[in-house]
């Protein structure tokens, strides 16, 4: 089902409010938050593992499902995506709204 949310997104390497909540709400994806640890230590989506971009290695991310990449607003999540697809992981997206965008419009987050 998550490669039919992947075909409904605005963009080959992103994916859109509606879509990345679905992915998350069904655990479809492995959410990679790619923000500092004292960042995602202050709040970040449930089940979501954290991979600090100023660390980040492609060969880190989980295998076994398309994985979804997620910061702040969105600029290190696009360069963790832009390294993770040199890297030959094509499996990867990203939400550009960022954790400021998930908070906004309600979605869930723990400490």
């Not at 709400?25 to 492995?30: D, F, L, R, V």
């Not at 100023?54 to 295998?63: A, G, Q």
Request: hydrophobic residues 35%.
């Amino acid at each position: 089902m998550f490669k039919n949310l992947f075909s409904q997104s605005p963009s080959p390497a992103e994916l859109d409010l509606e879509t990345f909540a679905k992915a998350v709400q069904a655990g479809e994806a492995a959410v990679v938050d790619v923000r500092e640890a004292h960042e995602y230590a202050a709040g970040h989506i449930p089940g979501s593992v954290n991979l600090p971009l100023s660390r980040f290695e492609p060969r880190e991310l989980p295998n076994g499902k398309p994985v979804v990449l997620i910061c702040q607003a969105g600029g290190r999540s696009r360069k963790a995506l832009d390294q993770s697809h040199a890297a030959g992981r094509e499996d990867v997206k990203h939400y550009p709204g960022g954790m400021s965008q998930w908070r906004m419009q309600g979605g869930d987050v723990t400490v």
